[in-house]
């Protein structure tokens, strides 16, 4: 059973003056409220917006102009972002009005009235993938091209610190550990980047890191090396020790 219609006329929220009821239902006949913010401007706004918390025309944070009812607003010639209003683009099939836009960085593309006025999209898209290309590039080897030196740093700190490690037992649990400039970096670069900067790209996808000339020696610059698995098993039988089956997860 529905409850009763809240009477919202008269009242103040945020910027806006609730007038009374609006003549003009909305969607599936429900009500909807005649509305004067602060800025000036006049629209109909639902009571589930209002409910949901908004507190202005729209106007809050953008300080530009707003059409009155049944106006629309000429957006040509403003910049939201890096996107520039070329011209009206007329009406998608939902309805929406778009306008063409140019962005800086040259693609011409058409966007959203609502999307431009309330900031959420400020670019043809190059802003998020420039955003999500520096965050992967925060820790050097989730770049491009080299998510697999990542991969093989993570796996040494799982089996020098972490004793819920499968194989912690056959490295940390001995006392190998990494030197810090691999653990914590230095001079600006993470430790990621430092091991990177210093072992270089794999030869290839067979190869993985390798504790030479001392087996029993932490995974630094002078005791590393790039190896195949056949490799590997001929340094630890030089030194006596029997090549452990999990050493092949060693990346």
Known sequence: MMGALRDYTGQKIGKLFIVGRSATPGRQGRPQWDIRCDCGNEKVISSEQLRNG?????????????????????????????????????????GAFTWQCRCDCGVVKGIRTACLRDGSTVSCGCHRRETIAAKTRKHGGYAKGAPDLATTWSGMKQRCFNPNSENYYLYGGRGITICDRWLHGEDGMSGLECFIADMGQKPSPDHTVDRYPDNDGNYEPSNCRWATMAEQNLNKRSNGVKAPSGERIAL
């Open 54 to 94: 908004n507190k202005s025309c729209g106007c809050s944070g953008h300080g530009r102009p707003h059409a009155k009812i049944g106006e629309r607003l000429d957006l040509v010639g403003e910049r939201f972002g890096r996107l520039l209003v070329l011209a009206p683009a007329g009406r998608i099939r939902t």
